[in-house]
């Protein structure tokens, strides 16, 4: 298994900053879950330049390149909506505190992650479904079949 990619640390960003204590202390969350949002959007930073403030300022389209430059660089359709979903809230946040005017991911569409395919039937159950006992009239026999 090869080693976990490791993003350099960005310097201090305040907006982010403002949005952590936010998040930890007005909407309590917790530990973890403040660890995964400080992930997703530092990476998110990362891919827009990296520098203090990159991601308050990013465009729409900036922000979909690097949520598209993620996907091919092999992160998931769940983690990559996570992404977005987390980006969704600094810039609630942003427009709630005055610090943006506009919400560059309002119409972003976060991918779809497929949903399994049903498994197989195992001869048991297939043997079991067909020793049913069908009543004889037309919807029995449709059954049946």
């Known amino acids: 298994m090869s080693a976990p990619r490791l993003m350099p640390a960005p310097p201090p960003d305040p907006e982010l900053a403002d949005y952590f204590e936010f998040l930890r202390v007005e909407r309590g969350l917790a530990p ?40 091919t660089a092999g992160l998931g ?7 977005a979903s987390a980006a969704r809230g600094f810039y ?8 943006r005017v506009d919400n560059p991911v309002e119409k972003l569409e976060s ?4 949903k399994p395919l049903p498994r197989d039937l195992t001869i048991e159950e297939v043997s079991r479904l067909l020793d049913l006992d069908f009543s004889p009239d037309s919807l029995g026999q449709r059954d049946r079949t």
Not at 92 to 99: D, I, M, S
């Open 92 to 99: 609630k946040f942003l427009q709630r505190e005055g610090l």
């Open 77 to 83: 359709a769940r983690s990559t909506a996570r992404l």
């Open 111 to 114: 991918p779809r992650a497929l």
């Open 32 to 71: 973890l879950s403040l660890a995964a949002y400080k992930r997703d959007l530092n990476k998110l930073r990362f891919r827009l330049g990296g520098d203090a403030g990159a991601l308050a300022r990013a465009s729409a389209e900036a922000i979909e390149n690097a949520l598209m430059a993620e996907r």
